[in-house]
């Protein structure tokens, strides 16, 4: 399974450069997951641009991501291009359930966004 990892100071963006995500890929993919939360990631951006095909074992791993960072960090799916997979993710109700952001730089600014409002929140408790 062919990846990209951008490890930044307040997110890690991995985009998928494949484009298919099923059960071959699937268990590589939550490998990683699992590493990167593991190294301390807070922020974890998964970029679908490339995507065209995602099966339920795909859908499963994305899901894993979500329940990693759940409690404690921030999971973003982005690129969500095409149809099939758009369809999928809709059908499967997990629009309603993951944080869905249409471009990797929006996402980006999103966990940004979210970290000045951290240090602000901190700032005003002491």
Known sequence: MKLSIDNQDNYTLISIE???LNSTMAPNLKSEFVIQR???VQNLILDLSGVKFVDSSGLSAI???ERLWKNDGTFILTGVAHENVKKLIK????D???TIIPTPQESIDYVLMGEIEKELES???E
């Open 18 to 20: 494949e484009e298919i």
């Open 38 to 40: 593991n190294k301390g």
């Open 63 to 65: 899901l894993t991501a």
């Open 91 to 94: 059908i499967s109700r997990l």
């Open 96 to 98: 309603t359930v993951l």
């Open 123 to 125: 700032d005003g408790e």
